[in-house]
RNA sequence: UCCUUGGUUGGGAGC
């Protein structure tokens, strides 16, 4: 059932719903993972009517089973309906109280999200990260700051996040400072900087920073090259623009 | 212990 599963999961990896619903059919030793996988692609393809008919036919539920419809309705933006289903959940665990919380902290609603946040018995990386952009992103960054202090692990999304709230409102200098200060940076790390700087029109910081993190090795990636072209464009810089059109060219990402 | 759910970086298009 293992392979049925896997097969399954191709097809819907390409998308191809109907397919994976016939081999769903046909399979003689359905698990709840094989519903769970189902119901999962119909809730990312806008059909959650689908979804939650064969989530009331499935014959037992387990927790994935409720978080993937919860998702479902959180991505196709049917928050109050995602609650609703929360409620109506009998156990939450870490993952349904995460995606909520950060359903509401994206909508604006802080307050809601750390409550549930504060109920919470056990947190993760995971319902830090997400309490910590949803201040960020509302520009509470004193209240991000805050919590990203106080989390008891911080993995490098945790620290990217952090990075990112700081630099999408335009405080660099900050940014910055955690930047070299966290114990290893990615693609990512470096792209949140760059873009920091494109947005703030700062053409030439974002291009010394470019050169910076390819002197350390880093691969720049579609993100690098669409914020250096951005900031380029906005200052009307022809030459740097076509620098880098070169340079996208170069790193084979041109088709792109 | 393998298949299904939640958090981080960009311009545009779509829902």
């Known amino acids: 059932s293992f392979s049925w599963n896997i097969i399954m999961g191709v097809y819907i990896q390409k998308g191809l719903l109907q397919e994976a619903r016939e081999l769903f059919e046909r399979m003689p030793n359905k698990t709840v993972v094989s519903w769970n996988a189902m119901i999962a692609a119909y809730a990312q393809h806008a059909q959650l009517g689908v979804a939650l008919e064969l989530f009331r036919l499935m014959p037992h539920r387990d927790a994935f089973s409720w978080n993937v419809l919860i998702s479902g309705y959180v991505q196709q933006g049917e928050l ?115 873009s920091g700087y494109s947005q703030q029109g700062q053409l030439n910081e974002a291009l010394q920073f470019f050169e910076q993190m390819q002197w350390k090795g880093f691969n720049p990636d579609k993100v690098t090259f669409v914020s250096l072209v951005d900031a380029c464009a906005k200052r009307t810089a022809l030459a740097e623009g076509k620098a880098v059109h070169f340079q996208i060219i170069e790193s084979g990402l041109g088709s792109d």
């Open 80 to 194: 109050k309906e995602a609650i609703h289903i929360y409620n109506q959940m009998p156990q939450h665990d870490v993952v349904s109280a995460t995606t909520i919380i950060g359903a509401l902290a994206q909508a604006g609603d802080l307050k809601e999200a750390a409550k549930i946040f504060e109920k919470m018995n056990q947190r993760d990386v995971v319902t830090w990260t997400a309490m910590v952009v949803g201040y960020a992103k509302h520009g509470n960054l004193t209240e991000a700051l805050q919590l990203f202090q106080q989390m008891p692990f911080r993995d490098m999304i945790a620290w990217n996040a952090m990075i990112s709230g700081y630099a999408q409102q335009g405080h660099l200098e900050k940014a910055l400072e955690l930047f070299w200060q966290m114990p290893n940076q990615d693609v990512v790390s470096w792209n949140a900087i760059i």
